[in-house]
């Protein structure tokens, strides 16, 4: 998670940082969520969890498609 990501989840109440983080895990976790790909934005995908999206890009340790991907967290913005 980025420094400008960690800054963003402390300054929302508790209840949303803590919705945000377990999408965020199930995400990782199932690949499950409310995601779409950005447009003009190479590899950055978004998040939506309520009223905040979750900024994101992911690594693909390998190449092959079953392995895990590396959720990088860039930032959280309101809607």
Known sequence: MSEE????IR???????MNILT?????????SGDVKTLKGKAGEKR???GD????F???H???MPS?????LIDRLLPC
């Open 67 to 71: 392995a895990t991907a590396k959720t």
């Open 47 to 49: 998040l939506r969890v």
């Open 23 to 31: 999408a965020i895990h199930r995400l990782a976790e199932s690949q």
């Open 11 to 17: 300054a929302i109440p508790q209840h949303h940082a």
């Open 5 to 8: 990501a960690k800054t963003d």
């Open 61 to 63: 340790p390998d190449p």
């Open 52 to 55: 905040y999206r979750v900024r």
């Open 57 to 59: 890009t992911e690594e």
